[in-house]
């Protein structure tokens, strides 16, 4: 496997084809269906070239693509990935075409490098990788990609529910990981959950002069309150009921929080900062990062800012919010405490809009047999032990597999700390590229002989 994907050749065709794909702007925020189809037929022929069987899912939105190939053993492993990607605005803050890839200094420079075509590919070469040495695969390989990531995956819970039996089986490899601040390769065991929402605020039928502030109220000052109300400077969240559900650490919880390492200067230092809010050592990051809940504003808009000066007083303001969710909490039990709060606190006449479909914190365990075979599977292609993360910082559609309680999902990805996944100059190092495809490989073979 490996003597195959060193050769020059097969890296500079594998390459090839992956700034082939990196071209398509699948941008789900789009909605362009021609564009997304044109991945998905492009996936599909792809796919088809290694003997997969493969269609396309019913789905109420963007194609998502199912492909399946026969292996040796009685093991199934399910490859979750995505062919969408971010918008790429700001265009400005780009070096180059966001959809023109290009490689400067060993870097592959692209939107949808990192997250999420980079780790789709790695699966299909990898599959490829075996297919050319050994003839068959050690186990049953089963291929889901959807084209809703980015924007919430509204479409996969149904599209999964009806495909139950389809869908099953022994091992997930999901999207994506990165290593860490240190350059050490990552896995991650799960994702939090979320639940987000819009506040918003009318406080007159229009607008005011500021001259009379102390006769009309301000819209932004009373969604600033209700705010504040809601979460203290320390980032302690002020709902009542927002902590009850947390499921308390294990032993092996703390041992994680106390034994990874969260590398915390380094994550201070790249955004120009001292200290971190929990601060820089390894449990107080740990635990902030992978088993806390977190209120986060994204953004708020209200009144006038643009050039020069104008004396207003603002009659309507908006906030739009995010609520990352941890082990045992429920994000639909988490808006209905939210809604009370600030009911409770004299703020009944903010309107919650724009509620987003809830998704459920999902974890696998750190003992499951099937962490120590990709482990050991990353340790042999890196040359160095793999960090293994109990969770994704973020937020992810692994609650839709809940059906299949057994089954560990487990997250790889070629991207790097600095990889920019979402923002401007979206980027992965070549050879992590390679290095990612390899594990993949060997986590098939290893597999196979549990």
Known sequence: MSAYLDRNDIRDAYLDELVEFLRLPTVSARNDIPVMQKAADWLIARLESLGAQARLLDSPGMPVVYAEIKGDSDRTILFYNHYDVQPPEPLDAWSSDPFEPVVRNGMLYARGSDDNKGALMSRIHAVEALLKERGTLPVTVKFLIEGEEESGSPSLPVVVDHNRDLLKADACIWENARRDDAGNPTMTLGNKGMYSFELRARTASADSHSGKANLYPNAIWRLVSALASMRDPQGKVLVDGFYESVTPLSASDEAICR????????????????????????????????????????GIEGGYTGPGHKTVNPSTAFARLECRLVKGQ????????????????????????????????????TDHPFVKVVAEAGSEVYGKPVVVLPSSPGTGPRFVFRHQPDMPIIALGVGHANSRAHAPDENIAVEDQFYTTKQVARIMEKFAAV
């Open 259 to 298: 034994e990874t390492p969260a590398n915390g200067l380094r994550q201070a230092t790249k955004l120009g900062l001292d200290e971190l809010v929990p601060g820089n050592d390894d449990y107080s990051v740990n635990r902030a990062l992978f088993y806390t809940p977190s209120m986060n504003i994204q």
């Open 330 to 365: 429920d994000p639909d039990a988490v808006a209905a405490m939210i809604a009370t709060h600030l009911e409770k606190h004299g703020y009944g006449d903010i309107q919650i809009v724009n509620k987003k479909a809830g998704a459920w914190p999902s974890y696998t365990a």
